[in-house]
């Protein structure tokens, strides 16, 4: 039973460019949402989170959005950059600190 | 990856053997979670536990698995008599614990285990 699915294995994205990683759940009581980048052979690292109070949270060039009734977030990273290809995963918490992790999106990054 | 560390590294293992990864949470934490990524997939959640107490245990294998975090020391995963599908990498995450501006899961670089 997979709560948190990210559909699509990978994508491709030119520099400057806009990157748009999405992922949908289907637990309406998850509250809590985070993104995290990986690096072969490293552990994941943390990106950026936004409560189920909020539809948008903004760091830098990294905006995540939150649509709770299609139950779907998505990580905006703009412009795109090189050094942004890596694996993305989407996690989701329900009131407790487990963390739901999606299969991931490798990202990359073209000159 | 903001200062959690797991040690070993690498961890190769014979079939029947037992298996123990170490984590030291970040300074100032006291909440640590440990997750396994198998290959080609995401990372599930195993344990929870603070200090002297497992809070939740619901992803661990009813067998085999154990941990603790004692109050002096670091967090230890236990595998015993590991077979070749616990080859996984085990990654330890720790937090504040306290839901709010710092409420994020701050990762370890993992302890990859191979069972032969």
């Known amino acids: 039973d997979q709560q948190v699915k990210q559909n699509s294995p990978s994508l491709s994205v030119q520099e400057g460019r806009i990157s748009i990683l999405n992922c949908d759940y289907t637990n309406s009581m998850f509250d809590y949402f985070l993104w995290y980048k990986k690096y072969p052979a490293e552990g994941p690292t943390f990106l950026i989170s936004?409560?189920?109070?909020?539809d948008k949270n903004e760091d830098g060039r990294f905006t995540v959005f939150l649509n709770k009734s299609a139950k779907h977030l998505s990580l905006h990273i703009v412009p795109s950059q090189p050094g942004d290809s890596a694996v993305y995963f989407c996690a989701a918490s329900e009131n407790t600190d487990k963390l739901i992790f999606g299969t991931g999106t490798r990202l990359q990054v073209f000159p | 990856n903001a200062g959690v560390m797991q040690n070993p590294r690498h961890l190769v293992r014979r079939r029947g053997q037992e298996a123990r990864l170490r984590c030291s949470p970040m300074?100032?934490?006291?909440?640590v979670y440990w997750y396994r990524q198998l290959p080609e997939e995401g990372l599930k959640f195993m344990v929870y536990?603070?200090?002297?107490?497992?809070?939740?245990e619901s992803g661990m294998p009813k067998e085999r698995f154990s941990a603790e975090f004692p109050k002096e020391g670091p967090s230890i995963l236990r595998i015993q008599q590991v077979v070749r599908g616990d080859s996984a990498a085990y990654f330890c995450?720790?937090?504040?614990?306290?839901?709010?501006?710092?409420?994020?899961?701050?990762f370890g670089p993992g302890t990859r285990l191979t069972v032969t």
């Open positions: 995450a720790s937090s504040p614990g306290v839901r709010g501006a710092d409420y994020e899961q701050y």
């Open positions: 300074k100032g934490h006291s909440h």
């Open positions: 536990l603070q200090k002297e107490n497992i809070i939740d």
């Open positions: 936004i409560s189920s109070i909020k």
